[in-house]
């Protein structure tokens, strides 16, 4: 289900604009990434995306339907959302918070039968994939960073919903794990989910990202691939950052090699 984001301008509580009309498509199938420093409105944008923020301006469509005329079951059965510092309340265990993934049908959940056992089925999935199954019964307050992000990345499996929004969906894991999870990104695009995700990790980025989207100060400054948006002067101008790019011959993203800060 195509992303079709129109001239969005927001902020917060009626303050400063912190997005400034922009606008892009992000397609079924692919991985589409917000980048740009701290502060230059990523995580903003994407609440906008997810209908936590209402723009001033502009719209967001999820198909043909205007995010910001759904209704909170509605949107919730098209798109999920893994926040940046997302809250889990005390007490709940890991099967408990997955299961929360399934709760925009919770009225076939009361229901039983066999469209409760397909919910089952799909918490379980996304305990497997995500390598929480052993996690189940542990209270989510006694794990690790790592674990906890790997559980919330399971409970937006669980949603399985068309369009799938992740801010910062490595915070806390190790390389490897970050991998992991990037790599359970890329098989959602690949099932034909649409899937726009916020990453500071430039080479990570390059590497499971079909189009990458730059931001600095609310603006876009460069789209396209990670071939087209991470060049020299692409992140010259985003992140102040002297670098070399080199092609990789073995990936489809370049090679970025930091050689300093450009003067002010």
Request: hydrophobic share 40%; aromatic share 4%.
């Amino acid at each position: 289900m195509n992303v079709h984001v129109d001239s969005v301008t927001v902020g917060y509580n009626g303050g400063p604009s912190i997005v400034k009309e922009v606008s892009f498509d992000a397609q079924p199938g692919q991985v589409t990434t917000l980048l740009g420093p701290n502060g230059c409105g990523k995580s903003t944008l994407l609440k906008a995306l997810s209908r936590l923020l209402t723009p001033a301006q502009g719209r967001v469509l999820v198909g043909e339907k205007d995010v910001h005329s759904l209704g909170a079951r509605e949107a919730a059965q098209l798109i999920a959302l893994l926040p940046q510092h997302p809250l889990c309340p005390s007490g709940l265990t890991v099967g408990e918070l997955v299961e929360r993934g399934r709760h925009p049908y919770r009225r076939a959940l009361w229901g039983g039968g066999a469209t409760a056992s397909q919910d089952k089925k799909k918490v379980l999935e996304a305990l497997e994939k995500t390598g929480t199954d052993k996690l189940v019964a542990r209270d989510v307050a006694e794990l690790s960073g790592g674990q906890r992000q790997r559980v919330w990345m399971a409970m937006v499996l669980a949603q399985d919903t068309p369009v799938v929004l992740l801010d910062e969906p490595t915070t806390y894991l190790d390389p490897a794990h970050a991998m992991e999870i990037l790599g359970i990104v890329r098989e959602l695009a690949q099932e034909g989910k649409t899937v726009v995700m916020v990453l500071h990790d430039l080479s990570l980025a390059g590497s499971f990202s079909d189009t990458m989207i730059m931001m600095k100060g609310g603006n876009k400054i460069a789209q396209g691939t990670p071939k087209d948006a991470l060049t020299a002067d692409v992140l010259r101008d985003v992140y102040g950052l002297q670098a070399e790019v080199w092609e990789d011959p073995r990936g489809p993203a370049p090679i970025i090699v930091p050689r300093g800060i450009v003067a002010n």
